[in-house]
């Protein structure tokens, strides 16, 4: 009688071994696992859900609760729209509003095309392309706070720069935050150079990402510097543009730290009240906190019908 063969012993081995290591393991730890991964991830997220309805949401909402209250002796009940026709029938509300929508339009020639303009001939250098980066940054960098008393000071009658500039080339000196005439100019050019910079390196990212195949067709077609940003520029950056002019009214909008502090706030005979500053008076100065919560409702109801339809337009011409 011939020895058995080592085969299949052999055979029974792994089979034996894949037989156990197909068995389903124990998952407990796995699982523990998971579920701590999970309660981590979920805690930061109700968390930040928590801080974002904390200071963004219940400040809305008592908002528009407090638009439809009045407090008088520390006894707060329902005004219905009281505080609306309070705001409505005074006389600085359609002067706040054409002021800030003529800020508004001074902003956008300037504080929208010129960081474009700045992000186009940046874009042209190539060299030192990093330290012109940020010497436009320069300003965004610096508080607000000292940016316009920097400008106060150049806009002194006396002794301000600017004046200096204008008697250097012969012309007559400026009342430049004292003259109606010339105060919300004033406060738009220092709004300029202060919140420049950060649109200047938004566009210029854009920029950047322009195929440069089609500048060199456009240079085939004869095209100039500008029908080359007309053609070629413009439309590439098409979307960054529409973003930021939606953000750029929605900001200028709610001015408030330039003319507060270059010209206290009412400017000369009025001609820097604006709406926020305006909300400011209603709360701080009058504590009509009522009238301030109904203004402050307005200007988010406008704010808002203009998104919304800006929105819908962009997608009307997408498609």
Same mark, same amino acid.
């Given at each position: 009688?011939?020895?058995?063969?080592?085969?299949?012993?052999?055979? $029974?081995?792994?089979?034996?071994?894949?037989?156990?290591?197909?068995?389903?393991?124990?998952?407990?730890?796995?699982?523990?696992?998971?579920?701590?991964?999970?309660?981590?991830?979920?805690?930061?997220?109700?968390?930040?859900?928590?801080?974002?309805?904390?200071?963004?949401?219940?400040?809305?909402?008592?908002?528009?609760?407090?638009?439809?209250?009045?407090?008088?002796?520390?006894?707060?009940?329902?005004?219905?729209?009281?505080?609306?026709?309070?705001?409505? /029938?005074?006389?600085?509300?359609?002067?706040?509003?054409?002021?800030?929508?003529?800020?508004?339009?001074?902003?956008?020639?300037?504080?929208? $095309?010129?960081?474009?303009?700045?992000?186009?001939?940046?874009?042209?250098?190539?060299?030192?392309?990093?330290?012109?980066?940020?010497?436009?940054?320069?300003?965004?960098?610096?508080?607000?706070?000292?940016?316009?008393?920097?400008?106060?000071?150049?806009?002194?009658?006396?002794?301000?720069?600017?004046?200096?500039?204008?008697?250097?080339?012969?012309?007559?000196?400026?009342?430049?935050?004292?003259?109606?005439?010339?105060?919300?100019?004033?406060?738009?050019?220092?709004?300029?150079?202060? /919140?420049?910079?950060?649109?200047?390196?938004?566009?210029?990212?854009?920029?950047?990402?322009?195929?440069?195949?089609?500048?060199?067709?456009?240079?085939?077609?004869?095209?100039?510097?500008?029908?080359?940003?007309?053609?070629?520029?413009?439309?590439?950056?098409?979307?960054?543009?529409?973003?930021?002019?939606?953000?750029?009214?929605?900001?200028?909008?709610?001015?408030?730290?330039?003319?507060?502090?270059?010209?206290?706030?009412?400017?000369?005979?009025?001609?820097?009240?604006?709406?926020?500053?305006?909300?400011?008076?209603?709360?701080?100065?009058? /504590?009509?906190?009522?009238? $301030?919560?109904?203004?402050?409702?307005?200007?988010?109801?406008?704010?808002?019908?203009?998104? $919304?339809?800006?929105?819908?337009?962009?997608?009307?011409?997408?498609?």
């Amino acid at each position: 009688m011939s020895a058995p063969t080592m085969t299949t012993d052999k055979a $029974a081995g792994p089979r034996r071994s894949r037989h156990r290591e197909d068995a389903p393991r124990p998952r407990g730890g796995s699982f523990a696992k998971a579920l701590r991964r999970n309660l981590t991830a979920h805690g930061f997220l109700i968390g930040a859900v928590l801080c974002f309805s904390f200071f963004s949401w219940y400040p809305m909402v008592r908002e528009f609760l407090l638009a439809f209250q009045k407090t008088e002796g520390g006894q707060t009940t329902w005004a219905g729209w009281s505080n609306l026709t309070t705001v409505f /029938n005074d006389p600085a509300f359609w002067q706040a509003w054409r002021n800030t929508a003529l800020f508004t339009v001074l902003a956008l020639l300037l504080g929208f $095309a010129v960081p474009f303009l700045v992000a186009v001939v940046l874009n042209e250098f190539r060299h030192a392309q990093g330290y012109l980066r940020m010497l436009v940054y320069l300003p965004v960098m610096l508080p607000p706070v000292a940016s316009v008393l920097l400008f106060k000071y150049l806009y002194d009658p006396g002794y301000g720069l600017f004046n200096e500039i204008l008697g250097f080339f012969g012309l007559p000196a400026q009342q430049w935050l004292q003259d109606p005439d010339t105060s919300m100019l004033s406060v738009v050019i220092a709004a300029t150079w202060m /919140n420049m910079g950060g649109a200047t390196l938004i566009y210029l990212a854009a920029l950047q990402g322009i195929p440069g195949e089609l500048y060199e067709a456009a240079e085939l077609d004869g095209a100039g510097v500008l029908r080359k940003i007309w053609h070629v520029t413009v439309p590439q950056t098409r979307l960054i543009l529409s973003l930021m002019l939606l953000m750029q009214v929605i900001a200028t909008m709610q001015v408030f730290v330039e003319p507060f502090l270059l010209t206290g706030g009412a400017g000369p005979e009025g001609s820097t009240t604006t709406v926020v500053y305006l909300i400011y008076q209603y709360a701080f100065n009058f /504590n009509n906190y009522g009238a $301030a919560a109904a203004l402050g409702l307005v200007l988010l109801v406008l704010l808002a019908g203009f998104s $919304a339809v800006y929105v819908k337009l962009s997608r009307a011409e997408d498609e």
